[in-house]
């Protein structure tokens, strides 16, 4: 219990943050328990209690969400609803949360400790107060996701934090969107909000009302939104008076410590039950190239950057991240930095294993990392862009989970298993130029945020849309984008043969048409996306592929007015692949994109047609000409599988029955299909050993593209332990390098 | 609290993807089960044709077991692929996918790898042709070793019943290649 002191800080008891924080962080170095818990007294005398307490709380911060939406003009907020509020301790520890992009929920915890660090108490913190954050050298994810954090005072003392966060479509960068591919410094992202603060008395200050006025291409929406989460929080922050009020603060402050600690507890105990202690492996390769988009010349470089990284399962139930051999870190908007590695860990922990609800910072305490400094994974400098800095949360972390999800199939929770999806492969992009209003127009559609085909389980097929980062996916509807964006949806449709091939394929993602609509010109830019192009993410498994990557293509100059007059077709899906309808129908310019950072090279106007396939890349499980026919056919008679590669990946010969409209499997010629396919296997397969020697020559030699050669140069020159494990690997001198040419 | 269990039959159609989606969900949703490895290994025992005693399923098809004194990786055909703490990818048939065919194979549409800088490695049983893996990975890269468990500490402090014999958890793939490649 907290001795009662001279009034001094503004904390509890009257001590200042800084003494809280700094106690907190003593106790647990000493004793290994959050708060120095050793006992749990609270939830041992009275469990009901506390549950009580807790299940307030949480329907608190979901209440606080849903209050957000109603005042948002926002379709991000309003439809697809990219928030989240979560309630913290006066040190910034996170104790519960609400759904939404909870990747954020450790971070503006840290934007608290930040403040704390900082000596704001000094500056001043007062009931009412609100300081807002999008400053990622703090803590956070990129730009655009705002957090607008509120103390909570009870008489006089500060109790705790109630943050939103809100993912914002344009704040003011160098070019339009809110993750830009052109913004390759801090000084190019557009507005920072160094945790400021921006209301007092629950009402924003003017001063914050005109920067934000003049500081974002779209700022009544970024005001909204910032009325909204202030809302948010002014009805959290009551929420949790009135449970005060009733608990009593001596019961309050003890129960949010025991939660932590309970839920630190509960994790490694749940690690234990679940999972198979060991080790895992893989590489991450992100790849970045700014040579056709507006970055200057110094920084107009492509690259391709290794972050390989070691996943132990410790026999006390800890989990560690070893991030040793990750390549450098460079002036584009992909980096990332242990606050947004710390973010994915806990948003997928939340999902995968700690999805009792009570997941809180005590999840993340189980869990250790091993993160280089003066690195891609931790930039030495402030100044870095982070338009795209979950790139190795959302693929590498991704992988990370799938390697939890293989420790579950070991262990027997064949359930559990859930492969992953990499978001670092497919999103629509920035819209700049006119809109359909006439205005100067400048957006980034979030339309497939969240909604990619997810990875296959190991018992059944993937889901038609997941993402780690929305747990609760929606594209929102097409009605409510078309007021604000120059485009007509023409269809919405998933993509057939796109999916992982497995026994178990991928969830299939979707194919979007759009008329492009009243506007005299308007650009795209794919933004810091699809980091994955030549080298596709590592996720497959048990001998499934990782699927189709994004692509989107434009047709300028169309003739779809002279086609809408005609009553002729236009196009509203692929159709056939070999000759899509969109080219087949439409004629025009066509301009295809595959890769991310770039600025469509043509420019749209009323009545061209673009078509994106936002194919984030995820996983099959099992061999695919393992594939139960049944499911094959389902997919047939769905129009998802073509007939041509139900033979080829599948091994599944079927027919079509033109009376009732059905595929029918031929077992027999399957059967003969699949013994012929094993015999081809076993004659082109090459002993392992004859690989190895093979491919050790070109790397000797030095036989392989240059920009791999810097790649793994830097990984070789920066890492301690993964080199030795290359070179050994490849019986290579223990001062390998290779020349660059 | 009573503990939950269910039954062989249950965790037999659960494994095979042949359970009803409700019952399935209702086993997401509820507590664990507290025997479930035991059951889930039992059931696998049963369904390959060979004696070894199971120690730790890795994939659908491939299995660490007791053999002798050996810990070795296993495929459910009976080929077999070293100690367990040697990557068995060093022990099975391996095709690159390199031809713009056989990569259009798989991505039918405009994005996919580029085989100069990504190798498409797929790993096949020498015994039944079964594919055990795929691995997506830059051009040159080590062949991953997916997963090492930590058998002894899995079997003496966490099921609380240790194995006969110890081993030291250890990756022995470059000892390997070191021994029986390098020359
Ligand atoms: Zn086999």
Redesign the pocket.
Known sequence: MEQKVVNKGIGWGGNTLKEMLDKKKQLWSDTGCYYGLQELSLSASAPFKLELLHARLLAAVIAGRETTRMISAAPQVREVAELAVALYTPEGDCLLQSTGIIIHITLMGQVVEWMIEQGYEEEGINDGDCFTSNDNAISGLHPPDVYDITPIFWEGELIGWVGTVIMELEIGAVVPGCMPSGATDRFSEGLRLSAEKSAENDKHLKSFERRIRFGSRTPDLLLLNRKGALAANVKVREEVKKAVAEFGIDYYMGATRELVELERRAQLERVKRRTVPGKFHSPTTIEVDLTRTIAPPTHAIGRVTLIPCDFHIKPDGRYFLDFDGTGAWGWHAANTTPSAIQGAVSMILTQTIAYTGNANQGTSLAVDMNVPYDSFVWPSTPNFASGWLFSWPLSGGVKWMTQQSHAFFCRGFVEEFRSGVTTSSGVFGAMTGKDHLGNDFNFLSTEAAGCWGGGAFATRDGVTASAAFMPNVDMGSVEIWELMLPTLWLGRKLLPDSCGWGRYRSGYSALSTFLIYKTPLLAFDTSATFLEDKIYPNIGMFGGYPSQGAFSKLITNANTKELISQEKPLAHGMGNPDQSDLEKNIDGDLTVVTRGGIFVDSLAKDGDVYQCFYGAIASGVGDPIKRDPALARKDLDNGLLGIERCRSMHCIEAKYDQETEEWAVDEGATAELREKRSKERLAKGIPAKEWWEKRRQHLAEGRLPRLLKVMYNESLTKGQRWPGEFRRFWNLPETFTFKED | MSKISYSKEVIRDLIEGKLPWSQTKSIISGYKDEDRFDKYVEVLQEKVAWQEKILLPLTH?LYIVQKGSDRIVK???G?EFGDYRVNWKLNALIHVRESEEEVKELYPYPSAPDAEFCEIREFY?P??G?QLWVETVPFGYPLVFDFLPDLDTFYAEWLKRPLPSQKEFTDLTCDFIAQNWAE
């Open positions: 098809e495929c459910s055909c080929q049983c015994g039944c079964t």
